[in-house]
């Protein structure tokens, strides 16, 4: 049995913002071949992390509208589903 999957493009966009809420640094891109939203949700934090690392923050808070990406992110338990590696890959 073949498991068939539509695969998508997705754009997302990240904003780095300081203390008191100034524009620091934007990104945008593009990502192919995402097959689920949580997924693209999940991917778009960890580009957001890696925006932060680049500039050598030290404290990132990383802000989505997805419950269920954001609450995998904060447990510590190991994740099987589908965006279990790009969660391993935030923590």
């Known amino acids: 049995m073949q498991l068939l999957t539509k695969k ?7 904003v780095v913002r300081g203390l008191i809420g100034e524009i620091l640094a934007s990104k945008t ?3 192919n071949d995402v097959s689920y939203p949580f997924a693209a949700e999940a991917y778009a934090g960890l580009q957001a992390i890696k925006l932060g690392i680049s500039m050598g923050i030290l404290l990132v808070t990383i802000m989505g509208d997805s419950r269920t990406v954001i609450k995998k992110c904060q447990t510590t338990k190991p994740d099987k589903s589908v965006i279990g590696v790009i969660i391993r890959d935030f923590q």
């Open 8 to 14: 998508f493009q997705i754009g997302f966009g990240s």
């Open 29 to 31: 891109a593009l990502h």
